[in-house]
């Protein structure tokens, strides 16, 4: 069986993990700080020079920021932008910023009222409404930059947003000093803890990187290994007839040179050995690894609950195979397309009837009309490496 990463999945998760830890570092030297009052005589002094240097345009400047603040276009945009994010097909970064968002809000008003610290109150501009610590402007200003630029890091715009979000995140911590509405270690304490829960979601919620490479691909049974016209009934291995898909044969003995295979199947009248004996004979068994079945799952597709079960059944040693080096290849949009993406793997879908992607139906991660076109599709989501990988010998799981 391949190695398994079992850290954060390779150096960009080694990367996030030490950018988590980092911002939880600086969050709790501040936070000390202020509890023991230790802070006070520097905050003091910024916060003198501020209301001694305060000029008009740049209180306007500060202003916009502090309206650009408010809860409810906070919560407009963020809904606007998860939106657009979903009906792209992008679920699981929709989601990894809904959850950022919400827990960046929530945390904030516990922490205030932990630390129930009192802001500096000579702002002449703008009066503060509420407890000092942490910046709540900040921390979700940091926040939602941090996981946009986390969503963006696997494309072109990686840099653009990363730039624009630390500019919009800096001058979102600068104003609220400038406006006296918060001391500087409120606003260093919302900058870290902004980066904090951004990375402490994208651990969380897995979404598959471009190019990673592919070690799994689960394989549905009905229509696309396996011809089923809904006519016969109960465990596979009674069925009077079993048919392999066209192609099935030469493609599985293609793929498994390069990929560990596994039928992954709602199939609520058989288990694995059904399965097995239903394969066995056309042929297919021998090439086949591993077999998950919603009857021994107690979880039906596109219920997240069983694609976990089948990276744990793909992983190894007890630790679950990370969800970007598998594949999920099905017929159904829904079942094998939205429910594998939700949980971060990526998904072809086999459409033979070159039906078509309806509107508002998930958008997998390739398509094909012929299992013959899988092995190619497959080489394009595993980046060059997995494209130009030796075929000459047998995996080392056989």
Request: aromatic share 8%; hydrophobic share 50%; charged share 15%.
């Amino acid at each position: 069986m391949p190695a398994v990463d079992v850290g954060a999945h390779g150096a960009a998760g080694r990367s996030r993990q030490l950018l988590l830890l980092a911002g939880l570092l600086a969050f709790v030297v501040v936070a000390a700080l202020v509890g023991a009052h230790a802070g006070g005589g520097l905050d003091g002094r910024v916060i003198s020079w501020v209301e001694a240097h305060q000029h008009r345009p740049l209180s306007s400047l500060a202003v916009g920021f502090d309206h650009l603040g408010r809860w409810w276009l906070v919560v407009a945009g963020i809904v606007a932008i998860a939106g657009a994010l979903w009906l792209a097909g992008r679920r699981a970064q929709a989601r990894c910023l809904a959850l950022t968002m919400a827990l960046s809000l929530s945390l904030n008003l516990l922490l205030k009222l932990v630390f129930r610290r009192v802001p500096p109150g000579g702002g002449t501009v703008v009066k503060a409404s509420t407890y000092a610590f942490p910046s709540g402007h900040t921390m979700t200003a940091t926040a939602l930059a941090t996981a946009l630029a986390l969503i963006a890091w696997p494309t072109r715009w990686r840099w653009p947003v990363l730039l624009a979000g630390a500019a919009f995140a800096g001058a979102m911590g600068l104003s609220r000093v400038y406006l006296a509405m918060h001391w500087p270690s409120d606003v260093a304490a919302g900058w870290a803890l902004g980066v904090v829960v951004a990375f402490a979601v994208r651990a969380a919620v897995h979404w598959p990187a471009a190019g990673s490479p592919i070690e799994v691909v689960f394989l549905d049974w009905g229509n696309t290994l396996m011809a089923d016209d809904g006519s016969q009934g109960g465990p596979m291995a009674t069925w009077l007839q079993v048919q392999e898909v066209d192609g099935a044969q030469e493609t599985l003995r293609r793929l498994r040179l390069r990929y560990r295979l596994i039928v992954a199947t709602n199939a609520d009248d058989s288990g694995v050995r059904d399965v097995r004996a239903a394969l066995l004979r056309v042929g297919l068994d021998e090439l086949i690894a591993d077999v998950v079945c919603s009857r021994d799952v107690g979880a039906r597709k596109p219920d997240p609950l069983f694609y976990r079960a089948a990276l744990l059944r793909a992983g190894f040693a007890g630790v679950p195979l990370a969800p970007e080096r598998a594949v999920m290849v099905g017929d159904s949009l829904e079942n094998d397309v939205a429910g594998a993406q939700a949980t971060g793997l990526r998904a072809i879908w086999f459409d033979p009837r070159r039906a078509g992607r309806a509107a508002g139906t998930p958008i997998p991660d390739a398509r094909i009309h012929r299992l013959a076109e899988l092995p190619a599709a497959l080489a394009r989501l595993g980046g060059p490496n997995a494209a130009t990988r030796p075929t000459t010998e047998a995996p080392p799981w056989t």
